[in-house]
């Protein structure tokens, strides 16, 4: 019989593109105008970031799935702990905030249920949430493409 919990680490599982962590969004680093990622730093943080990754599952910034309780589109992924503490009034690592598609109007609201085998992606998240640098190949939410600072401002040294 399958078993309905999912592992944390799904090895499986497809991992979705090599996202180096230009701008770790946790409110302690003063904020930089731009990247410059140093992949593979912050074992603790990327360990948790792939938990993360698996509970949220496909449901990237764009995206709607479908489960027994209706369709929703995702609109916003929370990555910080107590952010998601404070949205979900409960102890929280994250919380995705979703409107319910079937019900027009209907005020977005916030959700920290793992990502399970009775949801369905409907529309996958658009590509354009993010870029790649055309150099380095790192991937960076939020940013239109091009080549990286860090590629910028690399070689020069
Ligand atoms: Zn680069």
Redesign the pocket.
């Known amino acids: 019989m399958p078993s309905m919990t999912l592992p944390l680490i799904m090895e499986e599982r497809p991992l979705l593109p090599t996202r180096p962590s230009p701008h770790e969004r946790d409110g302690r680093q003063p904020s930089e105008p731009t990247g410059r990622?140093h992949p593979g730093q912050r074992v603790g943080t990327e360990v948790l970031r792939r938990v993360v990754d698996a509970e949220i599952g496909p449901r990237g910034v764009g995206a709607i799935y479908q489960n027994v309780d209706g369709a929703f589109e995702v609109l916003a992924a929370v990555r910080d702990p107590e952010q998601a503490t404070g949205l979900l009034r409960r102890r929280a690592g994250w919380a995705l905030i979703v409107k319910d598609v079937l019900q027009p109007g209907s005020e977005p609201f916030a959700i920290g249920s793992v990502w399970t085998t009775s949801d369905h992606l409907v529309r996958e998240a658009p590509a354009a949430v993010g870029g790649q640098?055309?150099?380095?190949?790192?991937w960076f939410e939020g940013w239109s493409g091009g080549?990286?600072d860090?590629?910028k401002q690399g070689p020069r040294a």
């Open positions: 990622p640098c055309s150099k380095c190949g790192g080549v990286c860090a590629c």
